[in-house]
């Protein structure tokens, strides 16, 4: 007897005799669909399994377009390599033992050969509005095309292209008004070109970044000031793609390269070191400059106090003292000591004093001081005034006459004395003759 069990059994062997005479011939194209660059090599695999004998292989294209392309078999597969220009469907048919069957394969075309074009931009500054372009050339279909403006990781504008419906391979520029913001300086400028048939998985993507010169130019100190024999350092820095080359150079009468980076470095800081400094960013595209002046702080140098006249002045000449400093940073005061004596002011590094028709009281120690915050500074110069030889000189008289004429009386000595003066009058000698 034959029990369910029996039945079971049977079934199982008729479903494996069945599987054993009519094997399964299986056809696979690979891939079933595609979007290949137009003109570029497509390779199209279609491959048999499960058939016993041989197999034949046949490539057609639909709506009776024209197939160019090399084939190849091997056993039971075929490859097709070929190219298009235009949408297609290729189907590959083979035949088992009489028996045939057929796969087609969509393939569509696209064009995006390059990366989009920028224009160079002059500067991206904050706030200031401009148009900017980029443009994609060749490309097909455009209804496929989306361009995104982007700043850095940020989308500014996304340009979808409408109202195309043209069957041809063009170029599409796309325009976008940008305003920067302070957030967006520095990062880069960039225009993304996408591709894409979502249907058939498909996504190509370009991408250009626009190159722009320095538009905005910072320093870490606008206004920095170093102590003598200290350390300084300044950086500078400067929007640009390229990035731009930052250099600084010290304004003298010849601009005097400081360092080939965005570093500038005063080790040791001396008087010398103060003054303007400039910071030049320059790439392809442009260039920006920023000044910016250092001061150097400390107790002034010592200043320099000069007479007019290189030896001692004579009774009623007319002469100057002149106090001058070379650090340009202090306050200069010049005075006769223990006296307040006005001094006049020159320029910001000098000052001097004029005494007309100088005095024998006019000598005595005269001071020239350099004063600033971190201290002072002072030299003093002696000036002796000598006396004018045709002025009546008093004290000689007693020393040539007293001893040469003990006994003659006080009357005499006035007598002589008139004589003396009146002959210095008439000549210039300063002998004196007694007759
Ligand atoms: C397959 O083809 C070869 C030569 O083309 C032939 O010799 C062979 O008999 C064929 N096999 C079958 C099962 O038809
Ligand atoms: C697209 O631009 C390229 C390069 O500027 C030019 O050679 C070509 O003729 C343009 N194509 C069309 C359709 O305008
Ligand atoms: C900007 O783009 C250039 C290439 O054009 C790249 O070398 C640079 O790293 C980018 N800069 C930033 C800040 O992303
Ligand atoms: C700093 O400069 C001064 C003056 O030029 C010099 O005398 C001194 O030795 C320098 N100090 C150092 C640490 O270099
Ligand atoms: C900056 O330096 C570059 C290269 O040395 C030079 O061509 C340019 O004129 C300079 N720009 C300014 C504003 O000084
Ligand atoms: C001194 O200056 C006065 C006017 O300021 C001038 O008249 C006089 O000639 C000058 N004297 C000498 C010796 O230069
Ligand atoms: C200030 O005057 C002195 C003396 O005449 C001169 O040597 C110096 O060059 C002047 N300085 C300036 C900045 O004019
Ligand atoms: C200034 O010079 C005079 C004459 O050379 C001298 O007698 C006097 O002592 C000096 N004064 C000082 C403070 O050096």
Known sequence: MCGVKCITFSLWINILSVITEIPAFELE???????????????LICRVNECPGNVTFQWNALMDKYLVGAYK???TVSTLLTRTVNDIGIVCIALCDGKRKEKTSQIRVFSLP???????IKSLIENQTQMLSC?????YPLEWLKIEWLRGDKTLFVDVPDNVNYDIVQNYTSGFNYTPSVLDLGKNISCKATMSFTEYGFKETRNSNAEYGPGTITTSSNNPSVKLGEHLKITCHADGNPKPTILWFKEETEPA???????????NASWSQAGWYRCNASNAVGSLQMRIKVTVLGPPNIPKIQLSHREDP???????????????????TLYRQSQSTESEAKNKSAVLLKIPSVKITDAGIYVCEAKNDFGSERSTINITVAAQHNVMKMPDLPVVILPTAGSVSLLTIAGLLIRYCRKKARGNSSNIILS
């Open 29 to 43: 194209l690979t891939p079933q669909k595609s979007v290949i660059h137009i003109g570029k090599d497509l390779e």
């Open 73 to 75: 078999y091997e056993h």
């Open 114 to 120: 390059q990366d989009p074009v920028l224009p160079e």
């Open 135 to 139: 443009r994609v050339h060749n490309v």
């Open 257 to 267: 390269l400081q360092s080939q980076n965005e570093e500038l470095i005063i080790n």
């Open 314 to 332: 004579k009774e009623g000449e007319n002469i100057t003292i002149l106090c001058s400093s070379d650090d340009g940073s202090t306050e200069l």
